[in-house]
């Protein structure tokens, strides 16, 4: 019986010199996929390799033999000697590997836990696993089943569900200010990375006009060309507040570049609209006393830190309803990867056999009730003989296998040509009714 | 038939207080099944409490809403019926959750108070009582959600301000939405208060022959009307939005709700209950 090993290390065990080491290269996978195909202990592979961790996923019959291998060709791959990150490994066998692997994909493992980007980097790898065909029976379903627990995880639990980035978070506060920020208008106030991806989270979520505003205006001008927006100088400032829905300020200045009676003053012509700011500098940018004007609401960036850290404590109470999905379906796979070998095959084969046997002579019973018990017993064991031998080639086909490299995907087809797994969603079974009136 | 009658009223009550223990179950589970059955519990209570009606309706000879019980159970009747056709209109799940708790409170006190038992004045037995009262009480109903609107607002527009959040944040919808429905119920109430009290005046005309008569009922409705009517204005002409025309509406509101009981209670004139139903 085949075992699956999971050897890796991530964020919390390694620090992050080590991984770099590790997962600088661009071609690492291919290049580690290429290193396992050439031990011949491995059976299926496949590597992932992300900025918060390092995983080698194997098939392998000989635990203790293939975990060396592995970790050797870790040490290889990032030139340092096994002794030195030996200890930064973790090392997980059979359902416990495929715990930690269902945890990942469903972004349990990551550092900011239900970040969404894990899934698609682990599909990638896959991907690579299956290009360079070290991905087989047990690897394929598993991961399979992996991106199906992540989708779980993702609709079943509010694991995604608050933001945990000062951008997002932004964008949420915006929501349940304006419900829908289409049709409103962001005047971004100066320059910054930060300041730039709110901007550009508040435009992909709707926002329709932006307007960038900036001490010098040669730098507005080149900020507002990234975003498609609108340039103007500094002394537009008062006119752009009446238009505007949205502020992100983020300038160098040291003084207030929009005061509480600046905003006051525009309040009225504005008809009482509501307007958020939203100030990420440091210092900041924006008067306190403006979050106390009528349905005026500022933000600096400690505020949006504070509505962050809530969501994590959110977040981390919905990883546990997720833990209780991931252990449903290791269950659910442990279950799958026990029919795979040779002797449960064969008996769900019979079975099945025999079930389309009753079925068939349920169907008949009212023509067949008509013959003399003699003449039935024949029809029976007709019937019988016919299935006998129909199911004997591949019986004796599949014994033969036993023991072989290739078993399981033999195994794998023999499942899926006859549709053993039934109940199960990927290979929906159904005996299909023959047509009689040929 | 008195008793029919009442097991008609108990099983209104029943389902609209069950309703709306699902109701508040929602707000804190946030399970939508857990609203679903809620919402059909509470549209079976309002059946229920409608076949009621019918019943009080027949054997009176006149709307029911001539003592403190039958219009307090008027009351939380319309609420309940101009509840389901907005949330069949906005779909916000947790305006449930505000409506069917002051709806099952009217009722219950309803329950609780003893009804009269005098015979209705000849005068009551008129279509226009009927009509003045169903929409005045329309009208009555879309301003009391417009009021809860403006809580809503304001518990939501507490926490964005301060900063500070805490379980009602992610359950209560955007300021815009909650904006949207106090304004749009005060637009549709308005004029549904307003008709009443047209229809209220024509019918004194030929009932008392006067068509009004600074009776306090009266005096009090024309004030709450004039409040709406500014708060309306303001919206339209100043911009007023948010925080000020919630607060506004809800003060509105309380003023309707004194003209609805205080008045009917305290004050005496012909429209007191005293007076209707002579106890």
């Not at chain 1, 084969?349 to 018990?373: N, T």
Request: hydrophobic share 50%.
């Amino acid at each position: 019986m085949p075992k699956i090993i999971n050897i890796g290390m991530n964020h919390e065990t390694a620090p992050v010199a080590l991984r770099e080491c590790l997962a600088v290269e661009s071609q690492n996978v291919q290049k580690a996929l290429g290193l396992m195909r050439n031990l011949d202990v491995v059976r299926e592979g496949f590597f992932l390799s992300t900025c918060n961790r390092v995983e080698a996923l194997i098939v392998a019959n000989e635990v203790q033999e293939a975990k060396q291998a592995v970790v050797s060709l870790l040490g290889k791959m990032g030139n340092i000697p096994v002794n030195e990150f030996s200890a930064c490994l973790y090392t997980y066998e059979n359902m416990d590997a495929v715990t930690h692997i269902f945890s990942v994909a469903s972004s349990l493992d990551s550092m900011v836990i239900g970040e969404p980007q894990i899934l698609g980097q682990i599909k990638d790898a896959y991907l690579e696993a299956t290009r360079e065909k070290m991905s087989g029976v047990i690897l394929n379903r598993l991961m399979h089943k992996a991106f199906h627990v992540a989708k779980r995880v993702r609709s079943e639990t509010d694991i995604c569900g608050a933001a945990v980035s000062i951008s997002y978070a932004a964008v949420e506060l915006a929501r349940k200010i304006f419900h829908d920020l289409e049709g409103k208008r962001v005047l971004l106030i100066g320059a910054g990375e930060m300041a730039e991806l709110a901007a550009r989270h508040l435009l992909t979520n709707g926002v329709s006009a932006m307007t960038v505003l900036n001490r010098t205006f040669e730098r507005a001008v080149e900020v507002a060309e990234k975003f498609g927006a609108s340039p103007v100088s500094f002394e537009e400032i008062e006119d752009q507040l009446l238009k505007a829905d949205i502020v992100v300020s983020s300038t160098a200045s040291t003084e207030f570049v929009i005061t509480r009676d600046m905003v006051k003053k525009v309040l009225k012509k504005r008809r009482n609209r509501p307007l958020f700011l939203i100030d990420i500098a440091v210092p900041r940018d924006i008067q306190p006393e403006v979050n106390k004007l009528n349905n005026v609401y500022l933000y600096d960036i400690d505020d949006l830190k504070g509505v962050i850290e809530i969501n994590k404590a959110q977040r981390q109470e919905e990883a546990v309803k997720a833990q209780r999905i991931v252990s449903e379906e290791v269950v659910k796979f442990e279950k799958w990867l026990k029919t795979l070998s040779v002797v449960p095959t064969i008996v769900s084969l019979r079975s099945k056999a025999e079930a389309i046997v009753q079925a068939e002579f349920g169907k008949s019973r009212s023509a067949l009730d008509q013959l003399s018990p003699p003449q039935r017993e024949a029809v029976e064991v007709l019937v019988r003989s016919i299935v006998e031998k129909m199911l004997n080639d591949p019986i004796l086909f599949l014994k033969g296998k036993a023991g072989r490299s290739t078993l399981n995907d033999y195994l794998d087809t023999t499942r899926k040509l006859f549709s053993l797994d039934e109940g199960d969603e990927s290979n929906p079974a159904k005996i299909i009714p023959v047509n009689k009136s040929f | 038939m008195e008793a029919i009658t009442s097991i008609w009223f108990i099983l209104a009550l029943c389902f609209e207080l069950i309703a709306t223990a699902g109701f508040i179950v929602y707000i804190i589970k946030q399970q939508k099944w857990v609203f679903t059955t809620s919402y059909w519990l509470l549209a079976a209570g309002f059946l229920f409490h409608t076949i009621f009606l019918g019943f009080r309706y027949y054997s009176l000879g006149a709307a029911p809403v001539l003592d403190l019980k039958s219009a307090l159970s008027f009351f939380s009747w319309s609420i309940i019926g101009v509840y389901l056709v907005i949330q069949a209109r906005f779909k916000l799940r947790v305006l449930g959750s505000f409506v069917a708790p002051l709806a099952a409170f009217f009722m219950t006190i309803s329950s609780a108070v003893p009804g009269t038992q005098t015979p209705v004045k000849p005068i009551f037995k008129s279509l226009w009582l009927t009509f003045h009262v169903g929409t005045v009480f329309v009208g009555n109903a879309l301003l009391a959600i417009s009021c809860l609107a403006a809580i809503m607002y304001l518990i939501q527009e507490r926490q964005i301000k301060r900063k500070r959040f805490d379980t009602f944040y992610g359950r209560l919808p955007s300021l815009a939405t909650l904006d949207n429905i106090n304004y749009y119920s005060i637009l549709y109430g308005f004029p549904f208060l307003t008709l009443g009290m047209i229809v209220g005046s024509i019918y004194a005309h030929f009932a008392l022959g006067i068509y009004w008569q600074w009776d306090p009922k009266e005096v009090w409705s024309l004030i709450c009307w004039l409040f709406y009517a500014a708060l309306i204005h303001e919206r339209l002409v100043m911009g007023w939005q948010g925080r000020k025309a919630a607060i506004m509406s809800i003060v509105c509101f309380s003023f309707l709700i004194f003209t609805f009981l205080g008045v009917s209670l305290l004050m005496g004139g012909y429209h007191s209950f005293g007076n209707m139903g002579g106890r």
